[in-house]
């Protein structure tokens, strides 16, 4: 009987904690073409109760040894001078079982590639988060959340913002020992769906995986006897699908 009343009450917790807000964000990695200067992202929410959502984005800088850094945007008054990625809206409010979207805004040189991270993190709104509800609307909404355990989980993106005159020039070596391609464009190439898998048995695979290549860059990986590999190379919106045979 114990048992019964312990697993029940885990049962309702486990309710609690499900209740509230849901988002998601589709897909985690976003390209904005050289052509283009805004790109629209949905947010989508599968909870039961309204979603306040921030966006805040941070800019991903390269140290010359390949470590990444994120650092936060330069705040400008004027917009026309403003250099970087910005949301149109920054705040969301995401109805239960709604949609909402955001425009991503590129604003500044496009001479070189940049890389963006954009975080969607669900609040609960407070006055200087400059949502559009009132005291009572917020006071409710609080109350309701606390009438259970809720994880307001957020998600992040990298945005990868091509240059304006894009070049893609993937060089592949097909070595006896290892397999390598080089990136001398000026834009990210994507290794899609890599698979490492053994010849004999379709279901003797490593995990499904997905790899960047920045501009300057190299992806490799050394051949196993017995192994097969496959994967997508993905540049922009052509897509070569490329098997690899041990060595």
């Known amino acids: 009987m114990k048992r019964l009343l312990a697993l029940f009450g885990f049962y309702l917790l486990s309710q609690a904690a499900q209740a509230g807000p849901q988002i998601n964000i589709g897909v985690v990695y976003d390209y904005l073409d050289g052509d283009k200067s805004t790109y629209l992202k949905r947010v989508f929410n599968g909870g039961d109760s309204t979603a306040f959502v921030k966006v805040n984005i941070l800019e991903i800088v390269y140290d010359a040894d390949g470590k990444a850094r ?5 705040s400008q008054a004027d917009a026309s001078a403003r250099d970087g990625l910005m949301a149109s809206p920054a705040r969301l409010i995401v109805p239960a079982n709604g949609m ?6 590129y604003m500044g040189e496009r001479d070189k590639e940049r890389y963006f991270r954009v975080r969607f993190v669900p609040v609960v709104p407070e006055k200087e988060d400059e949502f559009a509800v009132s005291t009572e609307e917020r006071e409710d909404y609080k109350k309701g959340l606390s009438a259970g355990v809720n994880v307001l989980a957020g998600y ?4 990868f913002v091509r240059p304006k005159e894009t070049r893609f020039d993937s060089v592949i070596d097909n070595g006896t020992a290892n397999y390598q391609i080089r990136n001398n ?10 698979k490492d898998c053994s010849v004999k048995s379709e279901q003797e695979c490593q995990p499904t ?12 990986f050394d051949k196993q006897p017995g192994r097969e590999y496959r994967f997508n190379l993905v540049e922009g919106t052509q897509t ?4 690899v045979a041990g060595k």
């Not at 992040?156 to 945005?159: K, P």
């Not at 995986?209 to 490799?220: E, N």
Request: glycine share 10%; charged share 20%.
């Open 185 to 194: 464009g000026n834009t990210v190439v994507v290794i899609d769906e890599f």
């Open 70 to 74: 994120e650092i936060p945007l330069a």
């Open 240 to 243: 070569k699908s490329l098997r």
């Open 100 to 105: 909402q979207g955001t425009r991503l805004l």
């Open 156 to 159: 992040g993106t990298v945005f």
């Open 209 to 220: 995986t997905k790899h960047h290549i920045l501009a300057g860059r190299t992806f490799q």
